[in-house]
């Protein structure tokens, strides 16, 4: 089948089906046909909280896997018009099952996610990417291990502890999550699960309602650490999720000069606050011939709010769907805070604040 599918890839065939694809034409044939193009049909939808459910899929032949912690650019076509959002894989890699499955908190205005959780059925087409994203386990994985998560962020974290728990993993490992209460958690009886069952160390803090007895309680510090006798330092650590929770794990191994051990990933961009300074100038929208006063909002925001329509996936930054060429001007990193003023560097507009005079290619 592989032959097949390189030969159906190859430029003499492109060539002969211009100026479609072969996909486009097999895809007339049945909706999971495809050479190049990623398709995969749910197989079950399972409500995980109120607001949260997991989407199990079985994709097409086109599906090259992905490693604990990535990310899948995730499709659905919705009154005759396709969406793309990007979540993160949550299932094993060592599963085995021929399916994957992607877990998705549904946001008030989140129109792919409100979708997915109170609509999507069995035996729906979807649309995906290849995985994609750096934030993964490395092929030999050190001990001791830490995992940190917040929120909805669990999802790449809870794909790396299934990973080595279904891999036999005997490394010092230690999950450590935040939720607002029990209620808000997901995954929360395999997490029991897994606490009961394994070496592994389980340890969840509900910031709102906190159970009574809990050995932690409160936000992200490093007393909780402490506490959990991990040192920074020597510890290998993957953190996910809220803005405020990955500044807060960042400061902390910044201070401790552990930073080469931590690597991160958000899962929200946080509002913007730069302050009058950054919202001075114009903004060009070089293409279109538009130019704005700067508001101070992402440059995806401004091109919206300028009657444009830019591509986009995550609006957090992860994937590259938005991704353009900034011709000139400084911009600000809305997480990391970071300036660039590189001329013809491409940038994700999602995530970035014009400062003064910025002229992009959109």
């Not at 995969?40 to 939808?45: C, D, K, P, Q, T």
């Not at 911009?331 to 999602?350: N, P």
């Amino acid at each position: 089948m592989g032959i097949i599918r390189k030969a159906l890839t190859s430029r003499p065939v492109a060539s002969l089906t211009s100026p479609f694809t072969v996909d486009h034409y097999l895809e007339q044939i049945h909706p999971m046909l495809a050479a190049g193009n990623v398709r995969a049909r749910v197989v079950e939808v399972r409500r995980e909280t109120g607001v949260a459910s997991t989407v199990v899929m079985r994709p097409n032949g086109a599906w090259e896997g992905f490693r604990p912690g990535q990310h899948v650019q995730f499709g659905v076509e919705v009154d005759g018009k396709r969406r793309v959002r990007v979540f993160s894989v949550s299932s094993s890699q060592a599963a085995g099952k021929g399916t994957f499955s992607v877990s998705v908190k549904a946001h008030p205005d989140g129109y792919v996610s409100q979708f997915l959780h109170h609509e999507l059925q069995p035996g729906t087409i979807v649309f995906l990417s290849q995985a994609e994203g750096e934030f993964v386990l490395p092929r030999e994985v050190s001990s001791p291990l830490l995992l940190v998560s917040g929120g909805s962020g669990a999802t790449p974290v809870m794909s790396m502890l299934r990973t080595l728990r279904d891999t036999h993993h005997t490394g010092d490992v230690t999950f450590l999550h935040y939720a607002r209460s029990r209620d808000d958690e997901m995954f929360t009886e395999e997490l029991d699960e897994i606490a009961a069952t394994s070496d592994f160390r389980v340890v969840r803090v509900y910031t709102r309602e906190p159970e009574t007895g809990a050995e932690l309680a409160g936000r992200f510090h490093v007393d909780h650490l402490k506490h959990l006798g991990i040192d920074p330092s020597t510890t290998l650590t993957y953190a996910c999720g809220p803005a405020g929770l990955i500044a807060s794990v960042r400061d902390t191994y910044d201070e401790l000069g552990a930073a080469e051990q931590l690597h991160v990933e958000y899962f929200k961009v946080p509002s913007v606050d730069l302050g009058a300074a950054d919202a001075t100038g114009a903004l060009t929208f070089d293409d279109a011939g538009i130019e704005a006063p700067n508001s101070g909002a992402t440059i995806l925001v401004q091109a919206e709010e300028a009657g444009l329509k830019p591509e986009f996936g995550c609006r957090m930054g992860v994937c590259n769907t938005c991704a353009v060429k900034k011709n000139s001007g400084a911009v600000r990193h809305v997480v990391s805070g970071e300036i660039s003023a590189s001329t013809d560097e491409t940038i994700k507009i999602c995530v970035q604040v014009p400062i003064g005079d910025v002229n992009v290619a959109l």
